[in-house]
């Protein structure tokens, strides 16, 4: 292999330094990239990979640097880091190798400009583990916020779900359960180490302080600029607000679905009125985080009410919002010092509408508390209005910049500029008569500048040094000359472009550093004018859809009339939804939900547990009355899913899961779960099943709802006071099910399945097996269930084991207990009449309790072969 020219010297010793990133670097007009970055680019980026030369076939491959912007997002969307080495001498300048620096690392949690969603937080999340306790630091770099809480690992699982990072990194190797959680977020996790120390805010905890050096110290690395763009780190609970854990929220869908992970089809698509994109950010923050404080819902709630009630008032407000752009993005980027001058006059129109938005308010301050605060900010609108043009380039370093007037040099400039070519023309006209040369002519050229040339057939009858010409360049048929007068016109004309151009540079950059003196204050305006729009949006959705003031009740009781599934509702026509209500207090605190499969059953407990997200996050509800607890937390286990990632199966991820809700919750919390026990065989999961209800009810008290198709539960009823049963009703109709998805009181008496499989269209010669098949056990079960008879629900009788000697003749496999009582539920046979009554008759017999585990395995053979 040929040693490396210098160029490619100093590419390697570049490349060592940030081996995890994509290095751009910069050679004239192109940002190269070889070896295996070139072969990864070439590939994420669909350019063409080619070789350096002939003699060096080393990859390679570019992309212009003018629109390198694009790729650069394509890669980070991808993952990947990207670090860029930028020219730092002119090469017309320069002798030799010119000089090259990485200038900035560009990181899925770093990404400014517009490279990043408007609507979503960017959020790079540092995680410091420390024995036991984990510290969470994380910031939105464009906006500057920075955000710092320590928590125990479960704690931390939950708040990193809800941060949901675009980047993680970490002062240690994470846990490999742990890990796999993080790289479920995002696929950038670095081990990252620094001993760099800042200056943080007085009163935040020492124990803080070294997950917040570690996430600074990462963004000044990358970034490679000083960071007063960031703000100082705000100390925060993570449970000061509803607990929703990973679970929670991917099975309720709040912001993202679970089949296509999307927004479409989540709470958080039902309220897409915000006007900013502030608002929308505010939003997602808010599902997430539902309050726990009754006074702070009420506030919001009151603030909705009054928008509801002043459609005016809403109205207007909505508009003013429709011309507010990203006033916190707008000011981390003047703090970052990647402002330019179309930002600015985004935010001056932004400025423009506060004064509006107050004289909106101001009436109502004494109204509702939560209005006031909103400041015009009209200095800044002012400096703004009177120094900018209405539509500037987007770069700063091309002109064009300022309005004419607010600058007397650069209005001197402008005019030389504008009035240059106006001068040549007069003194191409005043030549021409001065010395009779008709086709005397002024002209440019970049190397020589300004001229006047002459044809040499008309130079013999002109004496050049009476005119004052001075010989510039002869040619083969003219002569070109330049005068003192013509000269000073030059150096005008020429410089005025170039220094005007500079002087509206550096008046950018002091108008940027007057603008920083407003950042606290116009961040404080972002975050009022955010909260606005976030209710606003709530009163605007509640009009449109129907929704009632939720009553935050101190009872510990909840009762919901003609509830709604806000989003089910959505895709169906207003008449068509079924509402039901719901009630649960400290006396009957459970619902065992019963019910045929696709009747409902699992929309009526989401619809439960979104209403009570809906309240606290402070909105109305779909209902026509609720009243309300404040839930500290709310577990699901809905659905069945593989976490393949894990190496888990579904019934573990439903253990998992239900274990979460079980450990976690309080008599304060509400738990859903739906279909408890499926993954396993029936009596495990039978057994499973009751033992978490009552578990629930002795230990726990939340309320709780519970569906289930495992019938014998409904019997629970009898020996726990606060379970009642609830169910769906259907009915059966020449043959057809008919769903009436209505919450009905009792017990379900048919799960339909095989109506179900029916609508789902199987084939029909199965449909027909299986009917026949059910009608044999029913028959089989009925019969030996005659000496205990069935409840009038249908189901089987529970007696008490002292009562039945039959009962306790039978094989521990064929009864479930529940207490000292049990649930007869005999073996069937599934292929009809046997032929081997003989072994099922010395099955029964069997007592199997005076048998040693030995003579049971004797027995067990011997009938095996009898079989045979």
Request: glycine share 6%; hydrophobic share 40%; charged share 25%.
């Amino acid at each position: 292999m040929s040693k490396p020219t210098p160029m490619m010297t100093q590419y390697l010793q570049m490349k060592e330094q940030y081996k995890d990133s994509i290095l751009f670097f910069r050679l004239g007009d192109f940002y190269e990239m070889f070896y295996d970055d070139a072969i990864l680019a070439a590939k994420e980026l669909e350019i063409t990979l080619t070789r350096r030369d002939k003699k060096n076939a080393i990859p390679m491959c570019g992309v212009p640097h003018h629109s390198a912007k694009g790729y650069i997002e394509r890669l980070i969307e991808k993952g990947y880091k990207v670090a860029i080495a930028e020219q730092m001498e002119d090469p017309k300048q320069t002798k030799g190798m010119v000089k090259r620096e990485v200038v900035q690392i560009i990181t899925p949690g770093t990404v400014m400009d517009d490279m990043i969603s408007e609507n979503e937080s960017n959020y790079l999340a540092c995680l410091h583990l420390s024995g036991e306790e984990y510290t969470i630091a994380y910031s939105d770099v464009s906006t500057g916020e920075l955000k710092v809480t320590q928590c125990d690992e479960t704690t931390m699982l939950n708040e990193m779900s809800s941060i949901s990072p675009k980047e993680i990194i970490a002062n240690q190797a994470l846990p490999s359960n742990i890990d796999q959680h993080m790289r479920l977020m995002t696929n950038v996790v670095t081990i990252y180490a620094s001993d760099a120390s800042f200056e943080i805010v007085d009163g935040l905890k020492e124990t803080l302080q070294p997950a917040v050096n570690l996430l600074l110290s990462y963004i000044s690395e990358t970034q490679m600029r000083a960071l007063d763009h960031i703000d100082q780190p705000i100390e925060y609970a993570a449970l000061g607000h509803m607990r929703l854990d990973m679970y929670a929220k991917r099975n309720l869908e709040l912001t993202e679905s679970i089949r296509l992970k999307t927004k479409k089809g989540t709470l958080l698509s039902i309220f897409n009125q915000c006007k900013t994109p502030m608002g929308n950010r505010r939003l997602k923050d808010w599902i997430e985080r539902p309050l726990v404080h009754k006074e702070q819902i009420e506030e919001r709630l009151n603030i909705v009410k009054l928008f509801n009630d002043e459609f005016i008032l809403r109205h207007n407000l909505r508009e003013a919002l429709t011309h507010v752009y990203d006033i916190e993005r707008l000011a981390g980027r003047v703090q970052f010092g990647n402002v330019n001058a179309k930002d600015l006059i985004q935010l001056k129109y932004s400025l423009e509408q506060l004064p509006r938005i107050n004289e909106l308010l101001n009436p109502f301050n004494n109204v509702v508390k939560g209005l006031e605060g909103i400041q015009s900010l009209a200095p800044l609108y002012q400096m703004l209005e009177e120094s900018i043009m209405d539509e500037p380039p987007t770069t700063i370093k091309e002109g064009g910049i300022f309005k004419d007037g607010f600058n007397a040099m650069l209005d001197e400039y402008r005019d030389a500029q504008k009035n240059g070519k106006a001068w040549l023309s007069e003194l191409q006209a005043k030549e021409r008569e001065r010395t009779g040369v008709k086709s005397l002519k002024i002209s440019f050229n970049k190397v020589f500048g300004y001229y006047i040339e002459i044809s040499k057939t008309n130079l013999v009858n002109i004496d050049i040094a009476e005119y004052g010409y001075d010989r510039k360049q002869t040619l083969s048929n003219a002569e070109r000359f330049i005068t003192e007068e013509l000269k000073e016109k030059e150096a005008l004309i020429l410089g005025a472009e170039e220094k005007a151009i500079d002087l509206e540079y550096d008046a950018f950059i002091q108008l940027r550093e007057q603008v920083k003196s407003y950042i606290p204050n116009l961040k404080r305006q972002a975050k009022r004018i955010a909260e606005l729009d976030c209710l606003q949006n709530f009163s605007e959705v509640a009009t449109n859809n129907d929704y009632t003031a939720p009553i935050i009740s101190n009872r510990r009781v909840l009762e919901i009339k003609d509830a709604r599934h806000p989003v089910v509702e959505q895709v169906m026509e207003r008449d068509q939804y079924v509402p039901n209500d719901c009630t649960l207090d400290d006396n009957g605190f459970i619902y065992l939900i019963t019910g045929p499969n696709m009747s409902g059953k699992s929309t009526y407990m989401r619809q439960v547990a979104l209403i009570s997200i809906m309240a606290q996050m402070g909105s109305f509800v779909p209902a026509s009355y609720a009243e309300l607890p404040i839930f500290d937390q709310i577990f699901t286990r809905i659905g069945a899913a593989d976490d393949l990632v894990s190496g888990q199966s579904t019934f573990m991820v439903e253990m998992l899961e239900a274990r979460n809700a079980l450990v976690n919750a309080t008599e304060n919390s509400l738990i859903i779960f739906d279909e408890i026990g499926r993954g396993t065989s029936t009596y495990d999961g039978l057994s499973l099943a009751q033992s978490m209800i009552e578990y629930v009810h002795n230990h726990i008290g939340a309320k709780t709802l519970f569906s289930t198709h495992y019938h014998e539960l409904v019997g629970l009823d009898q020996s726990l006071d606060g379970l009642n049963n609830i169910h769906v009703a259907a009915k059966e109709y020449n043959g057809e099910l008919i769903f009436l998805h209505k919450i009905m009181p009792g017990a379900v008496e048919n799960s339909y399945g095989i109506h179900v499989a029916k609508l789902a269209d199987l084939p029909d010669e199965i449909i027909s097996r299986a009917g026949h098949l059910l009608e044999s056990f029913e028959n089989y079960s009925i019969k030996d269930l005659n000496f205990v008879g069935r409840n009038e629900t249908g189901t089987p009788k529970i007696v008490d084991e002292s009562e039945s000697k039959h009962n306790q003749g039978l094989n521990s496999d064929v009864r479930m207990t529940q207490g000292n009582q049990a649930i007869m539920q005999p073996a069937f046979d599934l292929f009809g009449e046997s032929e081997n009554n003989e072994i099922i008759t010395e099955l029964k017999n069997l007592t199997i309790e005076s048998m040693t585990p030995i003579e049971a395995l004797l027995k067990l053979q011997q009938l095996k072969s009898q079989l045979k």
